[in-house]
């Protein structure tokens, strides 16, 4: 007899995964390095980069941490929801995967804004990481939009948090889309952003707490 193997039974590891990658992203960009980074003068940004130089390393660190989390969830996440569709897990993974090397990628032009000798230069290294992540982003917001339908049509995750990782799919289009071509714009999506985290949050908390009854029900 062939026993299918528990598409949950690694849901809570999933959910510490997903728990650091927020924290890990949230933290790094808000708490560490935002209140760094002056856009309007490169003085001021530089000066505060090098005041603070050990702040901003460990906010370059977090998001090594993110990528690394976001790769392994990427291949948990595979597993948990190729018995719903083998190929559409498979192109969830594949773009989350793009996202998360884009992402880490990215963190050289982190480096390069705090060693080089030009303010303008470092603002300008900033800048491209900024954009870098927007991109990384537009994979990532391809990935949202895949694991909502395996959300919803697996069964033994709630519909609702298909939606919400589907709506966080277009935010994060949106937001990246403006970046590259009405950056001047890109400062009115903030409030929108509240959605993916929300959503991701929600579906995190589910993956920690939930799977047990998930599994009985899936497995009645």
Same mark, same amino acid.
Do not use: Y
């Given at each position: 007899m062939h026993i299918h193997p528990d598409p949950l039974r690694h849901a809570r590891l999933a959910g510490a995964l997903y728990l650091t990658i927020i924290?890990?992203?949230?933290?790094?960009e808000l708490a560490l390095r935002g209140p760094l980074i002056d856009a309007a003068s490169a003085e001021h940004t530089m000066q505060a980069l090098h005041a603070?130089?050990?702040?901003?390393?460990?906010?370059?660190?977090?998001?090594?941490v993110m990528a690394l989390a976001d790769a392994a969830l990427a291949l948990l996440l595979f597993?948990?929801?190729?018995?719903?569709?083998?190929?559409?897990?498979?192109? #969830?993974?594949?773009?989350?995967? @793009? *996202?998360?090397? =884009? %992402? #880490?990628?990215?963190?050289?032009? @982190? *480096?390069?804004? =705090? %060693?080089?000798?030009?303010?303008?230069?470092?603002l300008h290294y900033l800048a491209l990481h900024a954009y870098g992540y927007d991109l990384g982003l537009?994979?990532?917001?391809?990935?949202?939009?895949l694991t909502a339908q395996l959300i919803t049509r697996s069964g033994f995750v709630p519909r609702i948090l298909g939606l919400g990782i589907g709506l966080s799919g277009l935010v994060y289009l949106a937001g990246s889309g403006l970046r590259i071509v009405a950056p001047e714009l890109h400062g009115l999506m903030a409030p929108a952003y509240v959605?993916?985290?929300v959503a991701e949050t929600a579906?995190?908390?589910?993956?920690?707490?939930k799977p047990g009854g998930a599994r009985r029900r899936a497995a009645a």
């Open positions: 924290i890990c992203g949230v933290g790094s603070q130089s050990l702040r901003f390393r460990l906010s370059i660190l977090a998001d090594v597993r948990m929801f190729r018995s719903v569709s083998a190929d559409l897990a498979l192109a #969830a993974l594949v773009f989350r995967l @793009l *996202q998360s090397g =884009l %992402i #880490a990628a990215g963190l050289l032009n @982190l *480096q390069a804004a =705090l %060693i080089v000798g030009s303010a303008d230069l470092s537009i994979f990532f917001a391809v990935n949202c939009f959605v993916p985290l579906f995190c908390l589910w993956l920690l707490v």
